[in-house]
């Protein structure tokens, strides 16, 4: 019951933002409403702002659990390939945006990190050199498989790190 309580709020995240969740190959988000009227006080915009004073937002989980549909949705944009294909997602996929009124942010999508075999093990070292740099952390749950090892690894690191 908890993966489709997580599930619903991570919907609700992506519809506040004005996106939608297509998990379907070949799904290309609307544009969302971005107006530079919306940003918080303070904050730089995206062009004044160097890659590295941007917040990284990173999600993590398991092969196929909806992370580069989310990012996408996110972006509002086809940024990651989205397929059935478990493992589709090879290196880390990286979109600089905007999202307001938080300011400049980079978006991460990452490999499964049950990624299996010996190139798979390299695709998961990258996911988890991410996981050490990353400032927000989003942990997407199968909901067809709920939390497991993989997820509950990465929750460790995160609360470890002291992130969100």
Known sequence: ????????????LVHALGRTV??????????GPWNAEDRAPGVASLSATPRGERLHIAVFGLRNAGKSSLINALAGQPVALVSDVPGTTTDPVYKTMEILPIGPTVLIDTAGIDDVGELGQLRVKRTMDVLRSVDLP???LDPTVGLGEYELSIAETVKAKGLP
Do not use: N, R
């Not at 019951?1 to 609700?12: D, L």
């Not at 297509?22 to 544009?31: C, I, L, R």
């Open 1 to 12: 019951m908890e993966v489709t309580k997580a599930w619903e709020s991570m919907k609700e």
């Open 22 to 31: 297509d998990s379907s190959p070949g799904h290309s988000p609307k544009p």
């Open 138 to 140: 989003i942990l997407a």
